[in-house]
C-alpha cells in the first residue's frame, strides 16, 4: 500500500495536506490575542476532505467517525454536518474528486502526448491503457476505498442515495472524454458511448478488486493487456465496422 504522502492520487495528496493543516492550539500555554478569524467556507470544505481522505484510509469506511474527521482537521463535528449533511455524503464526495481527478488527469495525460495534427488511433490508445495502468498499479489505497464504498452502496440505501448523483457525474465525465477523443481521431465505437464508458468504469474497477486480492498475479503487464483487449475489441480501427450510435 502507497504512502499517503507520496500516493500520487488526490487522495494522497489530501491526506498530505490534512497533516500540515494548521490545527488549533491547546493548552494553558496558548494564548489567543483575540478573536480566531473565521475561516472562510471553502477553506473549511478543503481541511475536511483532507482528514477524510486520511482517516477513510487508515480505518476503511465502517470504523470511522466523524469526530475523528473533524478533529483531524480542526474543527467540531458541527463543521462536517453543517458542509456535507452525513458521513455518506462527506466519504461519496471524496470519492467523487478522486474520480473526477483521474478523468482530468487522463484527458491532460492524452492531450499533451498528442497533438492535433498527428493525432492517431494507437498512440491516443497507447497512453490510454498506459494512464490507466498507471492509476490502477499506484494507486491501491484510492481505489480500494471506491471498491469499499461501492460495496457499502450496495447494502446501506443510505449511502447508495449519496453516491448515484457522483456516480452518474461521473459516468457523464468518462462519456465526454470518449467522445473528445473519437471525434478528433475520426472513429467510432461498437456500442454507443454510455455504454462503452460504463465498460472501461466496470474493467477498472474489477481489476482493481482483482489486484487488491492477487496483487503478484495482476500486475502492470496483465491489466495493460486486458485494457488492450477491451478497447480494441470496442473501438477498431476507422476502416472496421464501426457504427455511430
Given at each position: 500500500?502507497?504512502?499517503?504522502g ?5 487522495l ?9 493543516a494548521?490545527?488549533a492550539p ?9 478573536p480566531?478569524?473565521r475561516?472562510p467556507?471553502a477553506?473549511?470544505?478543503r481541511?475536511?476532505l483532507?482528514?477524510a481522505?486520511?482517516v477513510?484510509?487508515?480505518r476503511g469506511?465502517?470504523?470511522?467517525r466523524?469526530?475523528?474527521?473533524a ?12 458542509n ?9 464526495e471524496?470519492?467523487?474528486a478522486h ?8 484527458r491532460?495525460g ?6 492535433p495534427d498527428?493525432?492517431?488511433r494507437?498512440?491516443v ?7 490507466l495502468?498507471?492509476?490502477?498499479v499506484?494507486?491501491d489505497r ?5 471498491l ?11 449511502v ?5 448523483p ?5 459516468q457523464?465525465?468518462?462519456?465526454e ?10 472513429v467510432?465505437?461498437?456500442?454507443d ?7 472501461m468504469?466496470?474493467?477498472r ?11 503478484e498475479?495482476?500486475?502492470r503487464?496483465v491489466?495493460e493487456?486486458?485494457?488492450?483487449a477491451v478497447l ?8 472496421g465496422?464501426?457504427?455511430d450510435?
Amino acid at each position: 500500500m502507497s504512502d499517503p504522502g507520496t500516493d500520487r492520487s488526490g487522495l494522497g495528496r489530501a491526506a498530505a495536506s490534512a497533516r500540515s493543516a494548521p490545527s488549533a492550539p491547546s493548552g494553558a500555554a496558548a494564548e489567543s490575542p483575540g478573536p480566531a478569524p473565521r475561516v472562510p467556507r471553502a477553506e473549511v470544505r478543503r481541511r475536511l476532505l483532507a482528514a477524510a481522505a486520511r482517516v477513510f484510509a487508515e480505518r476503511g469506511y465502517s470504523e470511522s467517525r466523524l469526530d475523528d474527521v473533524a478533529r483531524a482537521a480542526g474543527f467540531t463535528k458541527g463543521a462536517v454536518y453543517s458542509n456535507f449533511g452525513s458521513k455518506q455524503e462527506l466519504f461519496a464526495e471524496l470519492v467523487s474528486a478522486h474520480m473526477a481527478e483521474q478523468v482530468a488527469n487522463v484527458r491532460g495525460g492524452i492531450t499533451s502526448a498528442t497533438a492535433p495534427d498527428s493525432a492517431d488511433r494507437d498512440g491516443v490508445q497507447a497512453r490510454g491503457i498506459e494512464l490507466l495502468s498507471d492509476y490502477l498499479v499506484s494507486d491501491d489505497r484510492g481505489q480500494r476505498l471506491v471498491l469499499e464504498f461501492a460495496a457499502q452502496a450496495s447494502r446501506d440505501p443510505q449511502v447508495q442515495a449519496a453516491w448515484a448523483p457522483h456516480r452518474r457525474a461521473h459516468q457523464d465525465a468518462v462519456v465526454e472524454l470518449m467522445t473528445e477523443q473519437l471525434q478528433a481521431l475520426g472513429v467510432s465505437a461498437i456500442v454507443d458511448l454510455d455504454t462503452l464508458a460504463l465498460i472501461m468504469i466496470a474493467l477498472r474497477n474489477g481489476l482493481a478488486l482483482e489486484r487488491a486480492s492477487a496483487p503478484e498475479q495482476v500486475d502492470r503487464p496483465v491489466i495493460e493487456r486486458a485494457v488492450a483487449a477491451v478497447l480494441t475489441s470496442l473501438i477498431p480501427p476507422a476502416s472496421g465496422p464501426a457504427t455511430d450510435r
